[in-house]
């Protein structure tokens, strides 16, 4: 029998590296980015076209390379980080597995330009698939410019799993917003499409956080600085008002490269319990320093989990840390009269009505604006699947009498006249539970309700019905205020602004991240922080990209999940009456915009053999 197993050749090899190291364009700005901090620059330039699909180029003032050593970068394991085995236990370079250029170089057209400062000339290299094409004596500035094209050109398989620009394009802003937090002092410029996204000259660690964050963050933070025997931990936390209701601002760095550790994030979320509520996130950016011998980076291409040598320690010490600075700036309870004034929080505590649990804006009185436009035979379809079997409703004449006190409430809290007769004739009450769920019985058991996927639902498609038809009022604003956005959230609104003032909003786009609100959706209460609805939409639009939806899906379904009601919020019984007359009022009452079912129906039967087993 002949011999099957052969050796690869190295342009298949590398292209199978390629698949570890370069998931997509974010994947070559990171490798590049990390080799110019290598490389000593203090100035470095990101250039981007299409996302990154087109062209990635990143431009350092760094040491350079001699023609020798340009070649060699492009070879697999090839580094100038490491010699031995021991020298991984004693990493602070980024890089050092000598793997990203030969990947990158496997997949896309490479162009690299670099020059040492000592040499009159530079040298440029031009590398296919993993050839040289071109190999020839520039001139050049002093460092290393590095242009990568067509990426995945020669692997279509891969490219067709690019996502879409503004997804590309977020992940690109995750990775520069690490690069550029770990190093203050180095200047970072990014461009995308010809249009300068950020510029950020060197400055402390503070400067660059707000740089990247927002002009906003700068009274929501708090400094932590804490010295120990294992690892000193440095940054800055955000005040509990600050936290947010969806995932994002978080960073821990660990000897300046940043990780993912669900471990360590669940420490610093310990340290903010009974300060805000479970499905808020705290905003954090921490540096830890730790003796490389006692870590371990070398887990996986992307360099992002690491392994510490105690855990536990390091969690505790991170838990405390945290805790400190909350309680030594009173934002948290703790006797400490040495205090900060500008760290003085206006954070009211969880049993408060002000608590971060509450929905944007939410004002019980004015719960009813929320439901409009019902169609009443769509109400009495849905609601006849659950109610099958009860006594025939009989639909007394409307024009019969003047106004009573039933027919006001009815007018109060939005009910149509069908509405009101089905619940006249059912004569049911519901009930809240835990301030999630809505109790409701009917003929067959009980109903269950949780009150947020209802609400979302209800929203979904009244704003669905917005985008589609342009029926959405708009409340003007008395006197217009105005927004400022990070970067990455700029993109983002510039993209769907039409869309949302087709909500109901009047918004406009007054240049350098800034927007104008001239009005906002009819109904929303006065009280409503639009700054951060705004804000919390566009990040559920952003958290939606990977799922792929239509546009008008997308906002919809951002638009719903950010004015809903929450889980923990006091609902009024007339509320609840409100909710679920308009949920069965919706075409598709059963399931929330992600799938969640509205409603589970628990039959008589399966509650009478809980109580006979």
Partial sequence: MPDIIQLLPDSIANQIAAGEVVQRPASVVKELLENSIDAGSTHIQLIIKDSGKTSIQVVDNGKGMSETDARMAFERHATSKISNANDLFHIRTMGFRGEAMASIAAIAQVELITRQEHESVGHRIVIEGSNITKSEKVQANPGTSVTVKNLFYNVPARRKFLKSDPVELKHILDEFHRVSLAYPEVHFVMYHNGNELYHLPKANQKQRIIGILGKNFNEKLVPVNEETEVASFAGFIGKPDAARKTPGDQYIFVNRRFIKSNYLNHAIRSAYEDLITKEMYPTYILFLEIDPANIDINVHPTKTEIKFEDERLIYNYLRVSVKHS?????????????????????????????????????????????????????????????????????VP????????????????????????????????????????????????????????????????????????????????????????????????????????????????DFGHHSYIIHGTPAGLDEKTDISQLITSVIQQYVDNLEFQLGIDENLARSMAYSASIKKGTKVQKEEMVVLIDHLFACQLPFKSPSGKNCFIIIELDELTKRFTS
């Avoid at 004002?363 to 169609?375: A, G, I, M, V, Y």
Wanted: hydrophobic letters at 35%; a negative charge.
């Fill in 397 to 508: 004449d409307e024009h019969h009498g003047s106004k009573d006190g039933q027919l006001l409430e009815r007018e109060a809290f939005g009910h149509s006249d069908a509405e009101s007769k089905f619940a006249q004739a059912v004569n049911i009450e519901p009930y809240q539970l835990h301030n999630q769920y809505i109790v409701y019985q009917v003929k067959s058991g009980m109903m269950l309700i949780d009150q947020q996927a209802a609400h979302e639902r209800i929203l979904y498609e009244r704003y669905l019905a917005a985008l589609k038809n342009e029926i959405s009022a708009t409340q003007k604003e008395l006197f217009p205020r105005t927004i400022e956005l990070d970067v990455a959230k700029s993109e983002v609104m510039k993209s769907i602004l039409p869309k949302i003032n087709r909500l109901g909003f009047e918004i406009e």
């Fill in 326 to 394: 909350l309680g030594q700036y009173s934002v948290a309870p703790m006797l400490d009269f040495d205090v900060d004034s500008n760290f003085t929080s206006k954070y009211s505590s969880p049993n408060t009505g002000n608590q971060p649990g509450n929905p944007v804006g939410y004002n019980p009185s004015q719960f009813p604006n929320f439901f409009r436009q019902k169609e009443d035979k769509a109400t009495l379809k849905n609601w006849t699947e659950i109610y099958k079997g009860l006594q025939q409703i009989s």
